[in-house]
Protein backbone atom coordinates (compact mmCIF):
# COMPACT_ATOMS: atom_id res chain seq x y z
CA UNK A 1 0.00 0.00 0.00
CA UNK A 2 1.06 3.37 -0.58
CA UNK A 3 1.85 5.80 2.02
CA UNK A 4 0.10 8.94 3.14
CA UNK A 5 3.19 11.02 1.59
CA UNK A 6 2.65 9.04 -1.25
CA UNK A 7 -1.02 9.51 -1.91
CA UNK A 8 -0.57 13.02 -1.09
CA UNK A 9 2.12 13.71 -4.26
CA UNK A 10 -0.79 11.63 -6.42
CA UNK A 11 -3.30 14.28 -5.69
CA UNK A 12 -1.24 16.96 -6.39
CA UNK A 13 -0.09 15.45 -9.70
CA UNK A 14 -3.17 14.67 -10.34
CA UNK A 15 -4.36 18.41 -9.58
CA UNK A 16 -1.85 19.84 -11.80
CA UNK A 17 -2.63 17.66 -15.08
CA UNK A 18 -6.42 19.19 -14.33
CA UNK A 19 -5.32 22.66 -14.17
CA UNK A 20 -3.44 22.59 -16.94
CA UNK A 21 -5.75 20.61 -19.10
CA UNK A 22 -8.46 23.46 -17.94
CA UNK A 23 -6.15 26.36 -19.29
CA UNK A 24 -5.44 24.27 -22.53
CA UNK A 25 -9.46 24.00 -22.97
CA UNK A 26 -9.73 27.74 -21.84
CA UNK A 27 -6.96 28.50 -25.09
CA UNK A 28 -9.14 26.02 -27.18
CA UNK A 29 -12.43 27.89 -26.74
CA UNK A 30 -11.64 31.70 -26.05
CA UNK A 31 -9.10 31.68 -28.37
CA UNK A 32 -10.59 30.00 -31.37
CA UNK A 33 -11.46 33.33 -33.42
CA UNK A 34 -7.87 34.75 -32.97
CA UNK A 35 -6.20 31.33 -33.63
CA UNK A 36 -8.14 30.94 -36.68
CA UNK A 37 -7.63 34.62 -38.12
CA UNK A 38 -3.64 33.83 -37.49
CA UNK A 39 -3.82 30.50 -39.40
CA UNK A 40 -5.51 32.23 -42.86
CA UNK A 41 -2.05 34.69 -42.58
CA UNK A 42 0.16 31.50 -41.92
CA UNK A 43 -1.76 29.89 -44.96
CA UNK A 44 -1.31 32.76 -47.20
CA UNK A 45 2.27 32.92 -46.40
CA UNK A 46 2.80 29.16 -47.11
CA UNK A 47 0.48 28.96 -50.06
CA UNK A 48 3.06 31.70 -51.37
CA UNK A 49 5.90 29.64 -50.56
CA UNK A 50 7.04 32.47 -47.91
CA UNK A 51 9.24 31.64 -44.98
CA UNK A 52 7.19 32.15 -41.46
CA UNK A 53 9.34 33.27 -38.75
CA UNK A 54 9.04 32.79 -34.86
CA UNK A 55 11.15 34.29 -32.51
CA UNK A 56 10.80 33.72 -28.70
CA UNK A 57 12.88 36.03 -26.68
CA UNK A 58 13.27 35.20 -22.87
CA UNK A 59 14.79 32.49 -21.03
CA UNK A 60 12.52 29.33 -21.78
CA UNK A 61 9.63 30.69 -23.97
CA UNK A 62 12.90 30.36 -26.62
CA UNK A 63 11.26 26.67 -26.27
CA UNK A 64 8.31 28.01 -27.64
CA UNK A 65 9.98 28.84 -31.39
CA UNK A 66 11.89 25.53 -30.73
CA UNK A 67 8.46 23.88 -30.11
CA UNK A 68 7.34 24.77 -33.64
CA UNK A 69 10.86 24.57 -35.77
CA UNK A 70 12.50 21.84 -37.27
CA UNK A 71 9.76 19.43 -35.15
CA UNK A 72 8.16 16.12 -36.53
CA UNK A 73 4.55 17.07 -37.90
CA UNK A 74 5.96 21.14 -38.41
CA UNK A 75 5.92 23.02 -40.92
CA UNK A 76 9.31 23.37 -42.93
CA UNK A 77 8.07 26.85 -44.13
CA UNK A 78 8.85 28.34 -40.23
CA UNK A 79 12.19 29.57 -39.49
CA UNK A 80 12.88 29.94 -36.05
CA UNK A 81 14.70 32.67 -34.76
CA UNK A 82 17.22 31.21 -32.43
CA UNK A 83 19.51 34.51 -31.23
CA UNK A 84 21.81 33.46 -28.40
CA UNK A 85 21.41 36.07 -26.42
CA UNK A 86 18.28 34.95 -24.43
CA UNK A 87 19.18 31.06 -24.56
CA UNK A 88 19.11 29.60 -21.10
CA UNK A 89 22.18 27.75 -22.22
CA UNK A 90 24.70 30.51 -22.01
CA UNK A 91 23.77 30.87 -18.76
CA UNK A 92 20.27 31.77 -17.15
CA UNK A 93 20.88 35.36 -15.08
CA UNK A 94 23.13 36.13 -18.46
CA UNK A 95 19.50 35.06 -20.21
CA UNK A 96 17.31 37.42 -17.77
CA UNK A 97 19.62 39.80 -17.65
CA UNK A 98 19.83 40.53 -22.00
CA UNK A 99 15.85 40.34 -22.15
CA UNK A 100 15.49 42.80 -20.07
CA UNK A 101 17.93 45.15 -21.91
CA UNK A 102 16.31 47.71 -23.96
CA UNK A 103 17.36 48.34 -27.90
CA UNK A 104 18.10 43.71 -27.79
CA UNK A 105 15.47 43.17 -29.49
CA UNK A 106 16.08 45.84 -32.16
CA UNK A 107 19.25 44.42 -33.20
CA UNK A 108 18.29 41.08 -33.66
CA UNK A 109 15.12 42.36 -35.94
CA UNK A 110 17.35 44.00 -37.93
CA UNK A 111 19.93 41.33 -38.17
CA UNK A 112 16.97 38.93 -39.45
CA UNK A 113 16.00 41.80 -41.75
CA UNK A 114 12.53 41.63 -41.68
CA UNK A 115 10.18 43.52 -44.03
CA UNK A 116 7.21 44.15 -46.15
CA UNK A 117 5.39 40.74 -46.70
CA UNK A 118 6.91 38.91 -43.96
CA UNK A 119 5.08 37.74 -41.25
CA UNK A 120 6.20 36.98 -37.24
CA UNK A 121 5.17 34.98 -34.70
CA UNK A 122 6.72 36.25 -30.67
CA UNK A 123 5.58 33.86 -28.25
CA UNK A 124 7.14 34.80 -24.62
CA UNK A 125 4.59 33.48 -21.62
CA UNK A 126 5.06 36.87 -19.96
CA UNK A 127 4.71 39.88 -22.69
CA UNK A 128 6.69 42.36 -21.20
CA UNK A 129 10.54 41.77 -21.51
CA UNK A 130 12.44 44.59 -22.92
CA UNK A 131 13.72 42.57 -25.59
CA UNK A 132 10.57 41.04 -26.57
CA UNK A 133 8.77 44.60 -27.29
CA UNK A 134 11.97 46.14 -29.07
CA UNK A 135 11.49 43.00 -31.60
CA UNK A 136 7.52 43.88 -31.82
CA UNK A 137 8.12 47.54 -32.22
CA UNK A 138 10.98 47.05 -34.50
CA UNK A 139 9.24 44.64 -36.93
CA UNK A 140 6.33 46.50 -37.38
CA UNK A 141 8.28 49.37 -37.97
CA UNK A 142 9.58 47.60 -40.57
CA UNK A 143 6.71 46.19 -42.05
CA UNK A 144 6.09 42.73 -41.04
CA UNK A 145 2.77 41.68 -40.19
CA UNK A 146 2.86 40.59 -36.24
CA UNK A 147 1.26 37.67 -34.65
CA UNK A 148 1.71 37.43 -30.54
CA UNK A 149 1.44 34.56 -28.03
CA UNK A 150 1.51 35.75 -24.33
CA UNK A 151 -0.51 35.87 -20.95
CA UNK A 152 -2.76 38.61 -21.17
CA UNK A 153 -3.94 38.61 -17.69
CA UNK A 154 -0.03 38.45 -16.65
CA UNK A 155 1.24 41.28 -18.99
CA UNK A 156 -1.86 43.36 -17.61
CA UNK A 157 -1.04 42.10 -14.04
CA UNK A 158 2.53 42.92 -13.95
CA UNK A 159 3.44 46.52 -12.50
CA UNK A 160 4.94 49.58 -14.63
CA UNK A 161 7.57 49.38 -13.09
CA UNK A 162 8.53 46.42 -12.83
CA UNK A 163 12.53 45.79 -14.04
CA UNK A 164 11.76 43.38 -16.98
CA UNK A 165 9.36 46.37 -18.92
CA UNK A 166 10.89 48.31 -21.68
CA UNK A 167 10.47 51.93 -21.22
CA UNK A 168 7.42 51.78 -22.95
CA UNK A 169 5.74 49.57 -20.54
CA UNK A 170 3.83 48.42 -23.30
CA UNK A 171 2.56 45.08 -23.02
CA UNK A 172 3.28 42.24 -26.27
CA UNK A 173 -0.82 42.00 -26.98
CA UNK A 174 -0.92 45.69 -27.86
CA UNK A 175 1.24 45.79 -30.09
CA UNK A 176 0.74 43.30 -32.74
CA UNK A 177 -2.14 42.51 -35.55
CA UNK A 178 -3.35 39.27 -33.99
CA UNK A 179 -3.28 38.60 -30.05
CA UNK A 180 -3.49 34.98 -28.59
CA UNK A 181 -3.84 34.89 -24.89
CA UNK A 182 -2.31 32.13 -23.59
CA UNK A 183 -3.54 32.56 -20.27
CA UNK A 184 -0.46 32.01 -18.34
CA UNK A 185 -1.53 32.96 -14.25
CA UNK A 186 0.76 34.97 -12.65
CA UNK A 187 3.82 33.68 -11.04
CA UNK A 188 3.42 30.92 -14.07
CA UNK A 189 3.45 28.15 -11.21
CA UNK A 190 0.58 26.23 -10.35
CA UNK A 191 1.06 23.87 -7.43
CA UNK A 192 0.50 24.91 -3.66
CA UNK A 193 2.72 22.30 -0.91
CA UNK A 194 1.69 22.28 2.84
CA UNK A 195 4.48 23.94 4.32
CA UNK A 196 6.24 25.35 1.37
CA UNK A 197 6.39 28.63 0.58
CA UNK A 198 6.47 29.01 -3.31
CA UNK A 199 4.13 27.54 -5.69
CA UNK A 200 5.66 25.13 -8.13
CA UNK A 201 5.04 23.27 -11.25
CA UNK A 202 4.97 25.94 -13.80
CA UNK A 203 2.33 26.14 -16.77
CA UNK A 204 3.55 28.34 -19.10
CA UNK A 205 5.35 25.89 -21.91
CA UNK A 206 2.53 23.75 -21.93
CA UNK A 207 0.52 26.58 -22.63
CA UNK A 208 2.71 27.97 -25.53
CA UNK A 209 3.30 24.60 -27.37
CA UNK A 210 -0.63 23.92 -26.90
CA UNK A 211 -1.02 27.53 -28.62
CA UNK A 212 1.33 27.01 -31.22
CA UNK A 213 0.31 23.74 -31.95
CA UNK A 214 -3.19 25.19 -32.62
CA UNK A 215 -1.96 27.40 -34.96
CA UNK A 216 -0.13 24.35 -37.13
CA UNK A 217 -3.21 22.70 -36.77
CA UNK A 218 -5.21 25.46 -38.22
CA UNK A 219 -2.80 26.48 -41.21
CA UNK A 220 -2.72 22.73 -42.64
CA UNK A 221 -6.05 22.54 -42.45
CA UNK A 222 -6.88 25.78 -44.78
CA UNK A 223 -4.33 24.83 -46.68
CA UNK A 224 -5.65 21.38 -47.61
CA UNK A 225 -9.16 22.76 -47.81
CA UNK A 226 -7.51 25.05 -50.58
CA UNK A 227 -5.96 21.86 -52.39
CA UNK A 228 -2.44 22.98 -51.43
CA UNK A 229 -0.39 19.97 -49.29
CA UNK A 230 2.87 21.61 -47.66
CA UNK A 231 5.85 20.27 -46.60
CA UNK A 232 5.74 18.87 -43.43
CA UNK A 233 8.59 17.57 -41.21
CA UNK A 234 8.71 13.93 -40.72
CA UNK A 235 10.64 12.80 -37.35
CA UNK A 236 14.44 11.85 -38.69
CA UNK A 237 13.91 8.82 -36.03
CA UNK A 238 10.36 7.50 -38.29
CA UNK A 239 10.83 5.32 -40.77
CA UNK A 240 11.72 6.74 -44.18
CA UNK A 241 12.63 9.90 -42.12
CA UNK A 242 15.15 11.11 -43.80
CA UNK A 243 14.20 10.26 -47.41
CA UNK A 244 10.98 12.11 -46.85
CA UNK A 245 12.90 15.63 -45.34
CA UNK A 246 15.21 15.20 -47.70
CA UNK A 247 12.61 15.58 -50.70
CA UNK A 248 13.21 19.63 -49.36
CA UNK A 249 16.12 20.32 -47.64
CA UNK A 250 17.28 22.32 -50.86
CA UNK A 251 14.40 24.15 -51.17
CA UNK A 252 14.64 25.47 -47.79
CA UNK A 253 18.76 24.88 -46.72
CA UNK A 254 19.59 28.10 -47.82
CA UNK A 255 16.26 30.25 -47.06
CA UNK A 256 16.17 29.19 -43.35
CA UNK A 257 19.32 30.59 -41.25
CA UNK A 258 19.29 28.21 -38.55
CA UNK A 259 18.28 25.05 -40.20
Same mark, same amino acid.
Given at each position: ??????? *????????????????????????????????????????????????????????????????????? *???? %??????????????????????????? $?????????????????????????????????? =????? %???????????? +?????? =????????????? %????????????? $?????????? +???????????????? %???????????????????????????????????????????
Amino acid at each position: MPDTKTI *HADVLCAGYLSDVTALMQSILIDERDALDRAASRVADQVAADRLVHVYGPGGHSNLAAQEIFFRAGGLM *HVSA %ILDEGTLLSNGALRSMAVERTPGYGKI $VIDDQRLGEGDLLILANAYGINAALIDAAITARE =RGAFL %IGFNSHAHANGS +APTHPA =RHPTRQNLHDIVD %IAIDTKVPIGDAL $VSVDGVSENI +AAVSTFANAFALNCLV %IRTVAKLAERGVEPPIWRSGNAPGGDAANGRFLARFRDRVRWL
